[in-house]
């Protein structure tokens, strides 16, 4: 079993900045990409971006590219999500889910979820 946990969500005004940790247990050794989604309240659960554990390539939504940067540290089993230039439609749920395999950018690929945290951007 894979356990993943986000933290970092919050209120912020438009414009501003949030970074996003999502903590994995052990067990996301054997997988080889993490990712992170959205989802809004009644939309369908967006892709936002990947990064694979090997390399650290990543692959962003054409919605926040130039404005999120994701980033992981393997000795501690963490990904990041920067996020800047937040903007009202950022406002979702934030949530971290991990793969085997090739990195994909649909959430039906992906097998492990985190609980969620709620990003909030106020106009």
């Known amino acids: 079993q894979v356990h993943l946990v986000e933290s970092g969500g919050g209120l912020v005004q438009a414009g501003g900045s949030l970074r996003l940790s999502c903590a994995a247990s052990?067990?996301?050794?054997?997988?080889?990409?993490m990712a992170w989604f959205r989802q809004a309240p009644g939309k369908e659960r967006e892709f936002v971006t990947f990064i694979t554990w090997s390399s650290g390539s990543t692959y962003y939504a054409d919605s926040v590219k130039g404005r999120f940067t994701a980033s992981r540290d393997n000795a501690k089993n963490t990904v990041y999500l920067q996020m800047n230039s937040l903007k009202p439609e950022d406002t979702a749920v934030y949530y971290c889910a991990t793969k085997g395999g090739v990195p994909t950018t649909s959430y039906r690929n992906y097998e492990y979820w985190g609980q969620g945290t709620q990003v909030t951007v106020s106009s």
């Open positions: 052990e067990r996301t050794f054997s997988r080889h990409v």
